[in-house]
């Protein structure tokens, strides 16, 4: 007979009430999956009713944790909020309540990424192509349409570096030209679309709004989240210059990942959204 994994199922929450009621019912579709499943949800400074909707979902549930980080808006920069946010969650894995004892954990952002309903029988897959080889340690989903995740991914072809930086270097070495420009001369040349009928293939680096990690690579993982980075910056007076920039903060985890051995995954048919006409909002801000 087949045993079902243990899955702690992890959430970032921020003024998302009107995404919640969908999102939680992709989390109990998702937690039939499991023999065991642990709730742990990180929120910080909702003006809605976002608590009091986890805080009551949570009531009836076995494994429930809401951590509250009020004041937390006060980082001003999203990146860094984010890079304490998933520190966080490792940190609750390595030391609160035996959740380092679960298999697996699915990673959820709790925005409308999460609304859409995620087919069980991929995410069975994905998760039994990780159990299948101890060096698989992570899934990440895909979307139809354009693939969103852009800053979080990396792939030798596909994407190899920071594609934001890239946009950033480009203007700086062309003055001349619009961000429109500087924008379709790299960022755009990044942006793929991937068929569901793709078979997985292995990335450096991943997010895409869910992620199913094999929880020892987390537990063993020696890079923290990052969400900046000291940066040079050419300037037209020939003169040095040092800035702090925003990052996506998943690239250095998964890193770590990488390092330790870990091979990582999208899974083109495992699909949390529709990007028809995306946006790509993060462009990356110089913090001094």
């Keep these: 007979m087949e045993t079902k994994p243990k899955i702690v199922f992890i959430g970032l929450a921020q003024n998302c009430a009107q995404h919640l009621p969908a999102a939680l019912r992709n989390i109990d579709n998702m937690a039939t999956l499991a023999s ?11 003006t809605d009713n976002t608590k009091a909707i986890l805080t009551a979902w949570g009531n009836n549930r076995a494994n429930f944790t809401l951590l509250n980080f009020d004041g937390l808006n006060g980082v001003g920069v999203r990146t860094v909020k984010l890079e304490i946010l998933r520190n966080a969650y490792v940190e609750c894995l390595r030391n609160h309540q035996n959740f ?21 029988s991929e995410l069975d897959k994905a998760i039994k192509f990780i159990d299948s080889d101890p060096q698989a340690a992570a899934v990440f989903a895909n979307q139809l349409g354009s693939y969103y995740d852009v800053w979080a991914f990396r ?49 450096d680096s991943a997010f895409g709004g869910l992620g199913i990690y094999r929880m020892n690579y987390i537990l063993k993982n020696p890079n923290p989240y990052l969400g900046s ?16 920039r925003m990052i996506c903060e998943h690239v250095h985890f998964n890193k770590g990942i990488k390092n330790l051995g ?25 913090l001094f």
């Design 155 to 203: 792939h030798k072809d596909y994407c190899p570096g920071d594609a934001w930086e890239e946009v950033m270097d480009y203007k700086a070495a062309h003055p001349e030209v619009t961000d429109e420009e500087a924008f379709n001369q790299t960022f755009k040349k990044r942006v793929h679309s991937f068929s569901p009928s793709q078979k997985p293939f292995e990335v």
């Design 100 to 120: 380092k004892e679960y298999d697996y954990a699915i990673l959820i952002d709790m925005d409308d990424m999460a609304t859409w309903p995620v087919d069980i």
């Design 229 to 244: 980075k000291i940066k040079s910056l050419p300037s037209q007076d020939g003169s040095f210059k040092i800035g702090r």
């Design 36 to 46: 065991s499943s642990a709730f742990l949800f990180l929120e910080n400074d909702s």
């Design 262 to 286: 870990g091979k990582l995954f999208v899974w083109p048919s495992l699909i949390n959204s529709e990007m028809r006409d995306p946006v790509f909002p993060h462009y990356p801000q110089l």
